[in-house]
């Protein structure tokens, strides 16, 4: 069974925007995101992004857009030497109780059927208690990145997570914190 590192994409590999990003000119990589994304690619980890995309039920966006937006992003990370090996999509409205919508873990579980992971010998890493929540359901180790939204996610992820996680600055800390955790790890068997 394979590892591997989940990261949600708001937040954590682009910046935030409150009207949703709707397209790829709206699209901001966070500072140094490419490099730090290419530099957990050399680690022998699946790199899974995970994202609620509630745009699309909306009807703000469609899922032809979004991957597109997902495409352009991937061929930019990999210019930097970077890699995505999956990114899972939830479409869903929050009112629409689906599975996959973080807080529930179904984006993890579908990525652990496809690709044969190890969830608890996994990482999530993400700026809100949802994806604390989500990575802790399926044992993942959870990391909080108070870029994004994380800061301001704080408590309610200290509230609502049922055991303890990782805070880091951002991704670059997050990308240091599991690069020395993997050096400490039992090889897969």
Same mark, same amino acid.
């Given at each position: 069974?394979?590892?591997?590192?989940?990261? @949600?994409?708001?937040?954590?590999?682009? /910046?935030?925007?409150?009207?949703?990003?709707?397209?790829?000119?709206?699209?901001?990589? *966070?500072?140094?995101a490419q490099r730090y994304l290419a530099e957990l690619?050399?680690?022998?980890?699946?790199?899974?992004?995970?994202?609620?995309?509630?745009?699309?039920?909306?009807?703000?966006?469609?899922?032809?857009?979004?991957?597109?937006?997902?495409?352009r992003m991937i061929v930019e990370i990999e210019a930097y030497g970077g890699r995505i090996d999956r990114v899972m999509v939830c479409p869903h409205r929050p @009112?629409?109780?689906?599975?996959?919508? /973080?807080?529930?873990?179904?984006?993890?579980?579908?990525?652990?059927?496809?690709?044969? *992971?190890?969830?608890?010998?996994?990482?999530?890493?993400?700026?809100?208690?949802?994806?604390v929540v989500a990575g802790q359901e399926v044992r993942c180790q959870a990391l909080l990145v108070l870029s994004g939204r994380g800061q301001q996610q704080l408590a309610e992820a200290l509230s609502s997570a049922k055991e303890s996680f990782v805070v880091t600055r951002n991704l670059g800390q997050a990308t240091r914190y599991i690069v020395e955790s993997h050096k400490h790890l039992l090889p897969v068997d």
């Open positions: 069974m394979s590892r591997a590192i989940f990261l @949600d994409r708001d937040g954590v590999i682009c /910046k935030n925007r409150r009207d949703y990003i709707k397209s790829w000119q709206e699209f901001q990589f *966070i500072p140094q690619s050399k680690l022998p980890y699946s790199i899974v992004v995970v994202t609620n995309q509630s745009a699309i039920g909306r009807k703000i966006i469609s899922e032809n857009t979004v991957t597109e937006i997902h495409r @009112d629409e109780g689906c599975q996959c919508r /973080k807080p529930s873990p179904g984006m993890l579980l579908a990525a652990e059927q496809e690709l044969v *992971i190890d969830l608890s010998r996994s990482f999530m890493i993400g700026d809100a208690a949802s994806d």
